[in-house]
């Protein structure tokens, strides 16, 4: 069914939920992933541009998306990273066709309304710029979890 998964991932408790659900997804496909991670900081934004060397908190990133691959090399899917920079809807969505993914799968916080309105929808802006379908997850930060 799918080929290849594109996961973005916040660097937050969110996270868990969509790794874990495609964890199974990816399994059950036989599909690769491909974990990206759109840094959203002043060097990340320009690091091209300007030729900047990766800041502190892109190195960051980059070692979290890195544990998190290893996570799922281990559990027998294959895993790529991607870290990216700039506005993270728009990434996101290029990355989804620059590398041939089939679907995007995420994680959402379950804002509604003003919140939405105030701050934007990441998932949101993805729907609206690709074609490949999204599934969307709710997450839910580790100190709501029971114990």
Do not use: F
Not at 10 to 29: G, N
């Amino acid at each position: 069914m799918y080929r290849r998964i594109l996961v973005p991932l916040e660097h937050t408790d969110y996270d868990d939920a969509i790794v874990s659900h495609v964890r199974e997804l990816a399994k059950l496909c036989h599909a690769s992933v491909v974990l990206i991670h759109v840094a959203d900081g002043w060097a990340a934004r320009n690091q091209h541009q300007l030729v900047l060397r990766e800041s502190a908190e892109m190195k960051y990133d980059r070692e979290y998306l890195e544990e998190r691959a290893d996570a799922l090399e281990s559990a027998g899917i294959v895993t790529e990273c991607v870290l990216a920079g700039g506005d993270p809807g728009k990434e996101i969505a290029a990355a989804a066709e620059r590398e041939h993914c089939d679907l995007v799968a995420m994680s959402t916080h379950g804002h509604r309304g003003l919140q939405d309105l105030l701050r934007g929808s990441v998932a949101n802006e993805v729907r609206h710029h690709t074609t490949v379908p999204v599934l969307m997850v709710r997450g839910t930060p580790r100190h709501l979890h029971p114990a």
